[in-house]
């Protein structure tokens, strides 16, 4: 695993992730291993797979992208929800990302609660991150499980785009085509999100 990619794999979520185990003074129920439906469309190869102290962290990019300059990311995370609701998750990483965003927004927060797990599911857009030369667009899905909280999160890392009065991002590739097949994978990955991400914990 390169220095870039480890740096970038300690960002907002697992910085967040680790400082809600700093507070816990008891010990961590066994991470579960959950299956999870990857979306259709490319093959994806995992690139980052750790577990120990309660945390399991994954992540993917699609096969034929490079680990230092990829586009798209998957993020899988379990780790203990310290009595956080996905919702109040959701926003402690919006809050922590926009700090690093000058254009920054947030569309369709949506919760509610499946098999007795509740969950809530939202997409944020960075339009630059801090001077590095792209932005980020990242669809979230968090889901209760106990007193854990089981994360995926669906990344682009896209050139730097702007964000309007309304607070709709608007991209410019330069080719309209790319700009709509965009907004398209935005869209099915949120329909993913929202009805394929419903894992069931393995047996025992």
């Known amino acids: 695993m390169s220095a870039p990619v480890l740096r970038h794999s300690a960002r907002i979520a697992a910085l967040l992730a680790g400082l809600l185990l700093a507070g816990s003074a008891h010990a961590d129920e066994p991470t579960l291993a959950w299956r999870l439906p990857l979306p259709a469309g490319q093959g994806w190869r995992i690139v980052d797979l750790r577990e120990?102290?309660?945390?399991?962290?994954e992540e993917y990019i699609p096969r034929g992208q490079g680990v230092d300059d990829y586009r798209d990311r998957l993020l899988v995370q379990r780790f203990a929800a310290q009595d956080m609701s996905p919702?109040?998750?959701?926003?402690?990483?919006?809050?922590?990302?926009?700090?690093?965003c000058p254009a920054f927004t947030t569309s369709g927060l949506v919760g509610g609660q499946r098999d007795g797990l509740p969950h809530a599911t939202r997409t944020a857009y960075c339009g630059?991150?801090?001077?590095?030369?792209?932005?980020?667009?990242?669809?979230?899905?968090?889901?209760?499980?106990?007193?854990?909280?089981?994360?995926?999160?669906?990344?682009?890392?896209?050139?730097?785009f702007a964000i309007d009065n309304q607070g709709?991002?608007?991209?410019?590739t330069g080719n309209l085509a790319d700009d709509a097949a965009l907004k398209r994978d935005i869209r099915a990955a949120v329909r993913w999100l929202t009805e394929q991400v419903q894992p069931t914990a393995p047996p025992r």
Do not use: T
Not at 52 to 57: L, M, P, S, Y
Not at 90 to 99: E, I, N
Not at 138 to 145: E, G, N
Not at 168 to 172: E, P, Q, T, Y
């Open 52 to 57: 120990g102290k309660g945390v399991r962290h």
């Open 87 to 100: 919702e109040a998750w959701l926003g402690h990483v919006a809050d922590g990302l926009a700090r690093h």
């Open 128 to 160: 630059r991150f801090d001077a590095r030369p792209y932005g980020y667009v990242i669809a979230q899905k968090a889901i209760r499980d106990g007193g854990h909280l089981f994360v995926v999160e669906r990344e682009w890392r896209l050139p730097p």
């Open 168 to 172: 709709l991002a608007s991209f410019d």
